[in-house]
């Protein structure tokens, strides 16, 4: 199947502790985006990144730290881990800049628990 | 004033209703447009693109209105399963390209 996929669906874990959520997609997009959907359900963009280079960068803490090893996947690393944290992620692709003006395509979430 | 606004809701409406969605942007460089569905707990989906000329999908119509800078859903004959959050979406280049997500309206249809 064609799809963005992330992984792990659901996570829970400690106050302090460090964590990785993986996305891959095999669209053959170019780029690719990480966003944190809170208790209210605002989506709001974190990251995004072109061809595995960083293309927007919105007012994160530095803890968190995307990883683009190759344009087909884009990783997000979360440092010491906040009650605040606790959100979905949703990873998602697009074409960029191939057709800038087409839609972005989601992957199906990662719940993150802070305890 | 917000780049996207929508009104949150929630609409509640009886099945068979029909039901419209407005939507307001603020960039009037932003050259595409779309309406997303997410479903609770779900992620969102991409439920049709919105044209000037105006398109339908089944039960569903889009029309854009570039001189206003608005953009519209309407459900005919609502069904249960529309229930949903309803997701309006623009992309600009304003110095770059920017997807900006509107908050959404929910929706509950009812039996």
């Known amino acids: 199947d064609t799809a963005v996929s992330q992984t792990p669906k659901y996570l829970v874990t400690q106050m302090g502790n460090d964590k990785s959520i993986k996305c891959e997609q095999n669209?053959?997009?170019?780029?690719m985006y990480w966003y944190k959907q809170d208790s209210k359900k605002f989506l709001k963009i974190m990251f995004s990144y072109n061809n595995k280079e960083l293309i927007i960068n919105e007012t994160v803490p530095n803890r968190f730290s995307p990883k683009s090893p190759d344009k087909a996947h884009l990783n997000l690393h979360i440092n010491s881990l906040e009650l605040g944290d606790s959100a979905v992620y949703f990873c998602?692709?697009?074409?960029?800049?191939?057709?800038?003006?087409?839609?972005?395509?989601f992957g199906d979430g990662t719940r993150l628990s802070i305890l | 004033r917000k780049e996207v606004e929508q009104d949150p809701g929630p609409f509640n409406v009886p099945e068979g209703a029909t039901v419209a969605f407005n939507c307001t942007y603020s960039?009037?460089?932003?050259?595409?447009f779309f309406w997303y569905r997410q479903d609770c707990r779900k992620e969102p989906k991409l439920l049709m693109s919105?044209?000037?000329s105006g398109n339908e999908d089944g039960r569903f119509t889009a029309q854009l209105n570039r001189a206003s800078q608005y953009i519209s859903l309407l459900i005919r004959d609502s069904k249960l399963s529309d229930s949903a959050t309803y997701l309006c979406v623009v992309i600009g280049n304003t110095g770059g390209f920017k997807t900006i997500f509107g908050a959404g309206t929910r929706l509950f249809v009812k039996a």
């Open positions: 919105v044209y000037s």
């Open positions: 960039n009037s460089a932003s050259q595409s």
């Open positions: 669209l053959g997009h170019d780029t």
């Open positions: 998602a692709s697009s074409q960029g800049y191939q057709d800038p003006y087409q839609p972005q395509h």
